[in-house]
């Protein structure tokens, strides 16, 4: 499995410690990844689904992020690390907003990831 703990909550053994490992250092880069809580159960919203998403796919940088981000009618509710990656992941087209709402406080549900992740590879 793994040489060394990807996170304090995964163990070495761990079905998925490659993957998670691969996921956290390769993927986003994590700097003291092997520090830090992976929850590997908890579930995601979608703010931070879109961070992972944007980092993942490498999603070009919205050119007009404050434009995309003005459309977002429950704004206040995305907490303002996410803002960058929300507007790139929206103005992408892989995510749409629902009347006008990114609904932020969702957790994210399978479909949701499924739209996602097919037109992101579409994209590649």
């Not at 790139?88 to 992740?117: C, H, T």
């Amino acid at each position: 499995r793994c040489q060394v703990k990807p996170a304090p909550d995964i163990p070495t053994n761990h079905i998925s410690c490659p993957a998670i490992k691969a996921f956290r250092t390769q993927l986003f880069r994590e700097q003291n990844s092997d520090q830090l809580n992976f929850l590997p159960n908890q579930g995601l919203t979608r703010p931070e689904l879109a961070l992972q998403l944007v980092r993942a796919f490498n999603v070009p940088a919205a050119t007009n992020r404050q434009q995309v981000l003005s459309n977002i009618q429950d704004l206040s509710m995305i907490p303002t690390w996410a803002h960058d990656a929300v507007a790139d992941i929206v103005n992408s087209g892989a995510v749409q907003l629902e009347n006008g709402k990114f609904n932020s406080q969702s957790m994210v549900q399978s479909w949701y990831l499924s739209n996602a992740l097919k037109f992101l590879e579409n994209q590649h």
